[in-house]
């Protein structure tokens, strides 16, 4: 029996140190902050460079929701994301998902209406409805943290319609169903080039870290090393017109857990 004993005991020893086979692929996901179709081409470049780099296929996945999406992150169904940053700090990094780059531009969100709306300044929005992205957006958290700062409470004074993306907000203002949207700033001025309309900023929130990829921590050092470099030298006449188009040559920048402090004290104040 001691024999026997010994012997499972090696045998589940050598089990549990076995390595997981190499990878033949890696999945990346994008949360979809627009359209899928939009959202694969301007990602397909990137994913393209990566390829070369790492000599691996990789797979472009997201989801039809930001909920959908943060629950797939939560299950760590993939090995490279990019993420919106609350999503890094509610998830990713609890669940051992890295930092490797953002965009190399801080995030903040802008309240906006139509140039003939009669509203003049956010006190102005009392009793009306506005559009926002998803709940857990990143816009969406800096948005109603402008608004309480301004004096406007979410349950008495405001109502909020939640849209899929930031362009659905958008055309829910230009369609008139609501007196205001929350968006950001890239994704209003390419709306405003794509529909030939212009939109009058309310207000402008506070800035912190834009979106960012991460790296699974199942992902060999060396792999992750190659992604992170590759990405904060990846310049827009690679990576693709979009980010060129934000003003970006180096679109990317390398970025720490750190870095995301000021989204645990806002999380804290909410």
């Avoid at 890696?26 to 359209?35: D, Q, R």
Wanted: glycine share 4%; aromatic share 8%; charged share 20%.
């Amino acid at each position: 029996m001691l024999v026997l004993n010994a012997t499972y005991s090696q045998v589940s020893l050598a089990q549990a140190v076995t390595p997981d086979p190499p990878k033949t692929r890696y999945v990346m996901g994008v949360f979809p902050y627009i359209s899928l179709a939009e959202l694969e081409g301007v990602f397909t470049p990137i994913i393209t460079e990566l390829k070369q780099v790492l000599g691996i296929e990789i797979q472009f996945r997201s989801s039809s929701s930001f909920e959908r999406f943060k629950v797939r992150l939560f299950e760590e169904a993939y090995d490279i994301a990019f993420i919106q940053p609350f999503d890094y700090v509610q998830v990713a990094a609890l669940i051992g998902y890295r930092p490797v780059a953002n965009i190399n531009m801080p995030l903040s969100a802008v309240l906006v209406t139509t140039v003939e709306s009669g509203v003049e300044k956010i006190t102005d929005l009392k009793h009306q409805m506005i559009a926002l992205p998803p709940r857990s957006a990143a816009v969406t958290h800096l948005v109603k943290r402008m608004l309480k700062q301004n004096k406007v409470e979410l349950e008495q004074h405001i109502k909020i319609k939640h849209e899929k993306t930031h362009d659905a907000c958008l055309q829910q203002l230009l369609l008139g169903a609501v007196s205001a949207c929350g968006t950001a700033p890239y994704p209003m001025a390419l709306f405003e080039k794509q529909m030939g309309v212009k939109f009058r900023i309310l207000k402008e929130s506070e800035k912190i870290p834009g979106s960012l990829f991460v790296v699974h921590q199942s992902v060999p050092l060396e792999d992750f090393r190659k992604i992170q470099n590759t990405l904060v030298t990846i310049s827009s006449d690679i990576a693709g017109t979009y980010w060129g188009s934000m003003g970006l040559t180096q679109p990317f920048k390398s970025v720490a857990d750190d870095d995301f402090n000021i989204l645990r004290r806002i999380l804290a104040e909410e």
